[in-house]
């Protein structure tokens, strides 16, 4: 396993995809300390800056890495099949299960050292806005890279099962960028929709219930994307008077994960199922 491990490990820092993504995502952070100095100026507290940023870092982070995730787990089978490097790496003694396991702890790493950048990159801009540099920022910082993480491992491990079932690694690779437009961007878009429909026939909600229903709305139809779960759980971070940023209220991400177990539950369970079909495809696929 360690062997499967050091060698995926390299070689997913070595490619270009992974730091053309990873550059494009921290370009981008880059303009949101501006949109907070833009929308609120001085008037913005600290824990109105913090629970801003973690609402960006969540959707930019969310959608880049995503999509780095799916890639990388598409690809992670078939294309070695595909060079032969794969038949030569079960000539030596090691067990399928075990060289899957080193190839998921690979790109679980890089996924961590991914979102840790992105982090280390909105730290500093909260810091340079104006927020100390206290232990529950950190906590919470940690807690959220932690949440995107099982996020991005569930995706991997969805990639998994595509690279088991699609021999063709170009052809996984078209599939998975299907699937992560349909996923981040089709379907959260459809569900607003079907949020705002049924809201309109309650003309006198408020502002806080149609957030619950829209939250109710992720929950039951969005609950294989990963991405919008972590969403429902950083949205209860802070609380907004009416949606005005110069009035929040921070709760912390404990305060969230606690009052959503449901969609923590959804995280860590659809992700062990992902892992078990894609670990079983593995060990009783045609490796010719």
Do not use: C
Not at 11 to 16: D, F, V
Not at 109 to 123: D, E, R
Not at 158 to 179: C, D, E, H, M, Q
Request: charged share 10%.
């Amino acid at each position: 396993m360690l062997w499967g491990f050091q060698l995926e490990f390299k070689q997913s820092l070595r490619t270009k995809k992974f730091w053309v993504i990873i550059g494009l995502m921290i370009l981008l952070y880059i303009p949101v300390f501006y949109i907070i100095k833009s929308i609120g100026g001085s008037e913005i507290t600290v824990q109105g800056a913090m629970a801003f940023l973690i609402q960006f870092v969540t959707g930019m982070a969310g959608f880049f890495i995503g999509i780095l995730a799916l890639l990388m787990g598409a690809t992670a089978i078939n294309s070695e099949v595909e060079k032969g490097t794969l038949r030569v790496a079960m000539s030596k003694p090691i067990k399928r299960i075990s060289y899957i396991g080193g190839k998921f702890l690979a790109h679980s790493s890089v996924l961590l050292f991914a979102l840790l950048l992105s982090t280390l990159v909105g730290i500093l801009g909260v810091v340079w806005l104006g927020a100390p540099l206290t232990g529950e920022l950190v906590r919470d910082v940690l807690i959220l890279n932690m949440l995107l993480l099982l996020a991005m491992i569930q995706l991997v491990a969805l990639g998994y099962i595509i690279s088991t079932f699609v021999k063709s690694s170009s052809s996984a690779l078209g599939l998975a960028l299907v699937l992560a437009f349909v996923m981040f961007l089709i379907m959260p878009n459809v569900v607003s929709y079907m949020t705002y429909k049924a809201a309109g026939h309650n003309p006198n909600m408020g502002y806080d219930e149609y957030q619950q229903l829209q939250k109710e709305y992720t929950t039951k139809y969005l609950f294989y994307v990963p991405t919008s779960q972590v969403s429902v759980i950083t949205r209860d971070v802070s609380t907004t008077s009416e949606g005005n940023l110069s009035n929040v209220t921070y709760n912390g991400m404990p305060y969230a994960i606690k009052k959503n177990p449901i969609n923590l539950g959804i995280l860590i369970g659809l992700t062990l199922v992902y892992l078990g079909i894609g670990f079983y495809r593995f060990t009783r696929m045609d490796l010719r």
